[in-house]
């Protein structure tokens, strides 16, 4: 008797900094998603796939879902709600507390506009008290009838197995849209900026991080040998922003290189000869013909 495939999209949702990029990537085993402690650090949807003999999972990583500031938020918010329509499961991942606000609010309303199954994960158990994580649950279960409510903790790698296991109950029987090896459908290049930009956001002060973006110039292997020359543009507000990035006597810009340059070796399996430059792009975040430069496009 053949074993049932299954497969499914699911999609991974919550406010940031609960641990969204950290979760995928420790179910995918692999550093994609960037994570950082500052909000809003995930731009794009990206794609991951996890696949076992029971199936393939593809992950989709949106980006919190926030009230709209500017064009870049509001293009977010567009695609965070399309996606819950499109997906056969919605991971809804939350702190361990009882207090449900304004945010969460939101996001109910949110879920109660589509079908689609959701579970609750209740992620950073190993932060809080065992108890604290039984009354996170039961206040969370008065608010939205879950499928599924699971505890974790996805930096301690703590009952992910069980969200795997939990996914696969609720896929459909389905083909196998990846091959074994994929883990994810997001150009190289896409990969390499965000490695880069995640650098900036955790090695430059608050402000300017939001206003930066990542361009890849170039990315060539070296014949016969296995480096690859990356050359890269940090994309700024304003011109005090583009000191700060490049700091004294480029000492900053340099940090943010070596730091990125060991994820991307470790990436590519290559050496890597990493030039950063740093650009000033006035409101790129309010102009839609800039979102769609860098690479923000919504499909
Ligand atoms: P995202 O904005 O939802 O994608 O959140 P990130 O994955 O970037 O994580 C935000 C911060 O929370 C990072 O500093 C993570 O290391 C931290 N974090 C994520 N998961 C856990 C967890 O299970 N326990 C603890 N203590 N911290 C976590
Ligand atoms: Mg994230």
Redesign the pocket.
């Known amino acids: 008797m053949k074993k049932v495939f299954k497969s499914g999209f699911v999609t991974i949702i919550?406010?940031?900094?609960?641990?969204?990029?950290?979760?995928m990537n420790e179910l995918i085993g692999q550093k994609i998603?960037?994570?950082?402690?500052k909000?809003q650090?995930?731009r794009n949807r990206i794609q991951t796939v996890f696949t076992s003999e029971e199936g393939q999972i593809v992950f989709l990583?949106t980006p919190?879902i926030n009230k709209a500031k500017n064009k870049l938020g509001e293009y977010m918010l567009n695609i965070a709600e399309k996606t819950l329509n499109e997906v056969d499961l919605v991971l809804w991942?939350v702190e361990p507390s009882t207090y449900i606000g304004a945010g969460e609010r939101y996001i109910i309303e949110q879920l109660q506009k589509v079908k689609t199954p959701v579970i609750l994960i209740i992620?950073?158990?190993?932060?809080v008290a065992e108890a604290e994580v039984f009354k996170a649950i039961n206040a969370y279960k008065d608010v939205y009838e879950f499928a599924e409510v699971i505890p974790?903790?996805?930096?301690?790698a703590?009952n992910t197995e069980d969200v795997i296991t939990t996914i696969f109950e609720y896929l459909p029987e389905g083909p196998q849209f990846y091959d074994e090896d994929t883990v994810t459908d997001q150009p190289e290049r896409q990969i390499v900026a965000e490695l880069i930009r995640e650098k900036a956001l955790r090695l430059l002060d608050q402000e300017i991080p939001h206003g930066i973006a990542v361009v890849i110039d170039s990315m060539k292997d070296r014949p016969k040998s296995n480096i690859m020359d990356i050359d890269a543009t940090i994309i700024c507000e304003r011109d005090s922003h583009k000191g700060i990035i490049i700091g004294k006597q480029g000492a900053m810009l340099k940090k943010i290189g070596t730091n990125a340059r060991m994820d991307i070796e470790h990436l590519l399996d290559a050496k890597v000869n990493l030039k950063l430059w740093v650009k000033v792009k006035k409101d790129w975040r309010d102009s839609d013909m800039m979102l769609k430069n860098y690479g923000y496009k919504n499909d």
């Open positions: 919550g406010r940031p900094n609960v641990g969204k990029s950290t979760l998603a960037i994570t950082s402690k909000a650090t995930t990583d919190g991942l992620n950073k158990i190993d932060s974790v903790s996805a930096l301690r703590k």
